[in-house]
């Protein structure tokens, strides 16, 4: 059977993202990898909000250890405009990776189905990334679903996030400030 290794940023994202790829034909499991989710305590609400959509969908899930924090500034810092290609390839590439490691046919990203995000860039970097591990990367773009997904979790009462998630969206979020 097909199966795919999903990248989770989210709950809201993930409801109609792994419903699309199981009606594709596709096993699916996901991946929970986001040291980019600042503070802490943001990352944790948002972590436990995907165990129980997890739980809720009968969608396994696995969680890399630790929160690799560190990781992810030393990607951006300095590159503060370019934020989302370093962040992309830090989420993308780990979940390529452990995609590899676990025998998955293919992996994507809950990312796609965001209007918020640069949709393109997602794709060029899944598209190198797959050259590079030898793992196809599945692209659709479920945009005009992102409404229905949020709506598929709402009667769950899950936690709902204001901001991407970094540091840098949560500054443009709540400011008039642009990060360039």
Request: charged letters at 20%.
């Amino acid at each position: 059977m097909k199966s795919v290794l999903i990248h989770c940023c989210c709950a809201h994202c993930t409801a109609y993202t792994a419903n699309y790829w199981r009606q594709q034909g596709y096993e699916v499991s996901a991946l929970w990898y986001n040291p980019n989710i600042h503070p802490y305590t943001e990352h944790q609400q948002r972590l436990e909000a995907m165990k129980s959509l997890a739980q809720e969908m009968n969608l396994p899930l696995t969680v890399t250890n630790g929160y690799d924090m560190i990781t992810y500034f030393r990607q951006v810092v300095g590159h503060e405009s370019q934020r989302c290609r370093y962040c992309f390839r830090l989420r993308l590439s780990k979940t390529a990776e452990t995609a590899r490691q676990m025998d998955f046919s293919a992996f994507t990203t809950t990312l796609l189905i965001s209007p918020h995000q640069k949709h393109d860039l997602i794709k060029e970097i899944g598209n190198q990334l797959a050259e590079e591990t030898g793992i196809a990367f599945l692209y659709a773009d479920p945009r005009k679903h992102y409404s229905e997904s949020r709506h598929l979790t709402k009667p769950l009462n899950l936690y709902r996030q204001q901001y991407c998630g970094c540091l840098y969206s949560e500054l443009e979020r709540y400011t008039n400030i642009v990060i360039e």
